[in-house]
């Protein structure tokens, strides 16, 4: 599976310690299936690592970078994520966090559920749909808009201050609210997101499947849609429906997150990566990654490399 290799990949990495991923085992006090705590620390401390288990992040008080698979962000207070299974992530306090006369804390709020906690749950019971539908989204992350944060904070602290069956209804009350939301970012690439992809229909599966095995060369569009059995313009109209973007802003944003993952390798130059990540041109590629990644491609190594590693 993509995101298996991939998570090999990074999890391989030995040029910087800090950067290895860590696989995390969370724990559930007395078998709970949804685990909720308040923290307050100097910075976050945990390291770039994935759980198989759904999280829910909302920050109270802080800021820093957030960097969830391939994507790095500023985040403030107020910050809600929510993290599908097994996705690599971590947080990290800003620099004024770890001087030594700091007197300024990290106050955050972490949610984890298990990643069985809707299994056949949508098969006997169709209102858990639209959430089974969120969760499927949560694969590349997803952050909500500060409205939604701040509509969804009393029900937050609802669920770290229950116990019981109180904390799972207080849970299922988060997951329909930010459900029935399109006020929301998904974060990572679409390298990450195609275990989605087992539930949408066997056209667009096979198309995207195509994709996946041939981004890295050229694709020609007269081709791909015969994949799908559409003439080229009908397959525009049917590929921009399901997708939300161009074939060719897809194939991008492919490519785009393979070169990130080829930069944290850091065992290329980026001219080197820009042919290898299936561009012809460095200048279209910096272009590409500075509007996908918000960086350009040595400003996203140095961020992702500087300083020791805050995170949770």
């Known amino acids: 599976m993509v995101l298996f290799l991939h998570l090999l990949q990074i999890h391989e ?3 910087d310690a800090a950067m290895k991923l860590m696989h995390e085992q ?7 299936i949804v685990n909720a705590k308040l923290k307050n620390r100097p910075h976050f401390t945990f390291p770039w690592h994935f759980h198989s288990e759904y999280e829910i992040m909302y920050v109270i008080d802080g800021s820093g970078s957030r960097f969830v698979g391939d994507n790095i962000e500023s985040f ?5 994520v929510l993290l599908g299974s097994n996705l690599p992530h971590f947080w990290k306090s800003d620099e004024s966090y770890h001087r030594t006369e700091s007197n300024k804390n990290i106050e955050y709020v972490v949610i984890h559920f298990s990643n069985t906690f809707f299994d056949n749950a949508v098969s006997e019971f169709p209102e858990f749909q639209l959430v089974m ?3 499927q989204r949560s694969s590349r992350g997803m952050c909500f808009s500060p409205e939604i944060s701040k509509q969804a904070e009393a029900t937050v602290f609802s669920i770290v201050n229950s116990k019981g069956l109180d904390r799972i209804i207080h849970t299922l009350e988060l997951l329909q609210f930010l459900s029935n939301t399109e006020d929301y970012r998904l974060l990572a690439g679409e390298l990450y997101q ?3 992809h087992k539930y949408i229909d066997d056209r667009f599966s096979k198309v995207l499947h195509y994709l996946n095995s041939s981004y890295l060369k050229k694709v020609e569009l007269k081709e ?25 802003e897809f194939v991008n944003d ?19 990566i820009c042919f290898e990540s299936g561009f012809n041109n460095l200048s279209n590629f910096n272009r590409s990654f ?3 990644t918000g960086f350009t491609p040595s400003a996203y190594f140095h961020e992702y490399n500087k300083h020791n590693v805050e995170a949770i």
């Open 224 to 248: 791909v849609a015969g994949i799908a059995n559409l003439h080229p313009s009908a397959f525009c109209r049917y590929f921009k429906e399901k997708s939300s973007k161009s074939l060719s």
């Open 13 to 15: 990495l030995r040029r």
């Open 26 to 32: 969370i724990s559930f006090p007395g078998q709970s």
């Open 76 to 80: 403030s207070s107020g910050d809600l």
């Open 133 to 135: 539908d969120m969760l």
């Open 290 to 292: 500075k509007r996908q």
């Open 254 to 272: 492919l490519r785009i997150s393979y070169a990130c993952r080829l930069i944290i390798e850091g065992k290329m130059s980026i001219s080197q």
């Open 194 to 196: 195609f275990e989605l």
